[in-house]
T-cell receptor, first 111, second 116 residues
């Protein structure tokens, strides 16, 4: 069964304190790994898609990396506005066309 | 970029009534749309996949007669919660797949349904 596990569930950082969020996956053939940001009461907002091990993508203070078993979302010098829930999702061969989501990591950045 | 509009954003209804939620892709054609349900502090759980012009495919445990999905055009899918009960209260989110962008999945802003 395809599974996506995110850790930690919650993360509290001071402004400027860099850290990483983890997404480990077990899927029958990975077609893509997605990172989304979700603010309370809102739908997920797209951040990155990674397709193959070794791939990296960056956007402002965020950098996503991918290996054959996991993905990391690195947050460099976070600001309070980075506070949100970060969701990881995979598109697997046997999942049809729907994304399979992890439970998310809720990030709180205090000033 | 791709935009998906979902309405209403919030709705309160009485037990036993039906509620319709609309999901529109504004600037692209979506042959496939998805409906998710999210409980507080939980992840998105796929309810069903709808393809334009055909019947939706429901996930195990999702009642087809309760959650009616219609995908009559390439830009519109609707979810109707029939005979709503308080346990149907949840956050419903739609997603549309942009065939023009490789594996592009865009989400609506969600609908908070409260059944009283």
């Amino acid at each position: 069964e395809d599974q996506v596990t995110q850790s930690p569930e919650a993360l509290r950082l001071q402004e400027g304190e860099s850290s990483s969020l983890n997404c480990s996956y077990t899927v029958s053939g990975l077609r893509g790994l997605f990172w989304y940001r979700q603010d309370p009461g809102k739908g997920p907002e797209f951040l990155f898609t990674l397709y193959s091990a070794g791939e990296e993508k960056e956007k402002e203070r965020l950098k996503a990396t991918l290996t054959k078993k996991e993905s990391f979302l690195h947050i460099t010098a976070p600001k309070p506005e980075d506070s949100a829930t970060y969701l990881c999702a995979v598109l697997a061969n046997q999942a049809g066309t729907a994304l399979i989501f992890g439970k998310g990591t809720t990030l709180s950045v205090s000033s | 970029g791709a935009v998906v509009s979902q309405h209403p954003s919030r709705v309160i209804c009485k037990s036993g009534t039906s509620v319709k939620i609309e999901c529109r892709s504004l600037d692209f054609q979506a042959t496939t749309m998805f409906w998710y349900r999210q409980f507080p502090k939980q992840s998105l759980m796929l309810m069903a996949t709808s393809n334009e012009g055909s019947k939706a495919t429901y996930e195990q445990g999702v009642e087809k007669d309760k959650f009616l999905i219609n995908h009559a055009s390439l830009t519109l899918s609707t979810l109707t919660v029939t005979s709503a009960h308080p346990e149907d209260s949840s956050f419903y989110i739609c997603s549309a797949r942009d065939q023009g962008r490789n594996y592009g999945y865009t989400f609506g802003s969600g609908t908070r349904l409260t059944v009283v």
